[in-house]
């Protein structure tokens, strides 16, 4: 019955629309398929300083104060999170390997860096983005301090120099 009546239908009067409808249906499709994949869950993989450092999403997380406001902010400067942004970090004159880090949030005073392992309160280092071209120059910081986070530490540093607005971009 269903067949016939389908095979009665003047498939000319919607031929304009069919095309628009294939669309928006295989848009659809893309679509959950992409919320699908950008959901899963990756909390099984353990961290290898090749994947952001994980925890600043979390609902705990403080909220950021350019959008809610701070209201028990002592900072010259408020800072702010972000998406990590992976570093390099070298001694203060650049004479060491680099090793791996990540900014997990920034101000215009300083960063905070998740980094492998701990690193002395006073300590001076120099830091540059993984993707910073050679002309870019090294910035240096000082670490104020220094706290464990899980596996990684976390370096509160505030810069030696302010660098220019162009470099300081680059962190964020």
């Keep these: 019955m269903f067949a016939q009546e389908f095979n009665e239908i003047d498939w000319t009067e919607w031929a304009p629309y069919i095309g628009p409808a294939v669309g928006l249906v295989l848009a659809g499709l893309i679509l959950l ?18 994947d952001p450092p994980a925890g600043k999403d979390e609902p705990n997380a403080k909220a950021d104060p350019f959008v809610h406001g701070a209201t028990r902010e002592r900072r010259s400067a408020l800072r702010r999170g972000g998406n990590p942004v992976p570093i390099l970090i070298s001694d203060a004159e650049v004479r060491n390997e680099p090793s791996r880090g990540w900014v997990v949030d920034r101000s215009t005073g300083g960063l905070c860096l998740s980094v492998p392992g701990p690193v002395p309160e006073g300590s001076i280092l120099s830091v540059r983005t993984t993707n910073a071209p050679n002309s870019i120059p090294w910035v240096q910081i000082e670490v104020k301090n220094c706290r464990a986070v899980g596996k990684e530490y976390e370096l509160g540093c505030r810069f030696v120099r302010t660098p220019p607005w162009s470099v300081m971009l680059l962190f964020g």
């Design 33 to 50: 398929f992409g919320l699908r994949r950008s959901s899963r869950n990756r909390a099984g993989n353990p961290y290898n300083f090749t």
